[in-house]
């Protein structure tokens, strides 16, 4: 009788694990398969996993990046912005999100425009903070397209006032 009770509970756990392994592969598939640049983060800022949108932006590996401080990481282009970001971490990690746009390499074709978003994960509803979730969304074309309509206004607005005094 025992022993079939043990080869029960070791066929479950099998069975556990096996629905484990494959429910963390369609998250890992999910996750790389957005648009969006997803990072997960320890309380600490450290790059626990990262999805493969992020690494294709920048021609990073893996192992480049995880294990590490995120502000640590070959994407942010100048100390500024590493301040920024491990302020709000800092934010997140006390229970809110925060949102802004960052400059980051963008490895050999200057830089891009980043809608970064640091916000926590807590466990169960509501629960502790487990982890950080990092996503961003490059927002280049559309900090262009706002700089270009500005200087045309601006352009428009120096012309009438020229056009005004003769």
Not at 22 to 37: K, M, P
Not at 47 to 70: C, F, T, Y
Not at 132 to 146: E, I, P, Q, Y
Request: aromatic share 4%.
């Amino acid at each position: 009788f025992r022993s079939s009770v043990m080869k029960d509970a070791l066929s479950r756990l099998r069975s556990t694990s096996n629905q484990l392994r494959a429910s963390e592969a369609q998250v890992r598939g999910l996750i790389d398969n957005l648009f969006v640049f997803v990072g997960v983060l320890g309380l600490d800022g450290v790059l626990r996993e990262i999805n493969q949108a992020s690494l294709l932006a920048s021609g990073l590996k893996r192992e480049h990046v995880l294990k590490r401080p995120l502000w640590d990481t070959p994407w942010w282009v100048d100390e500024g912005e590493r301040r920024k970001l491990r302020a709000a971490v800092r934010r997140a990690a006390s229970g809110e999100s925060v949102r802004y746009d960052a400059k980051l390499d963008h490895f050999g074709a200057g830089t891009a425009t980043i809608d970064i978003q640091v916000s926590p994960l807590r466990e169960h509803s509501g629960g502790k903070i487990s982890a950080l979730v990092m996503s961003g969304v490059d927002v280049s074309a559309r900090v262009l397209a706002m700089s270009d309509l500005d200087r045309s206004r601006q352009d428009r607005k120096s012309t009438r006032l020229n056009s005004s005094h003769v």
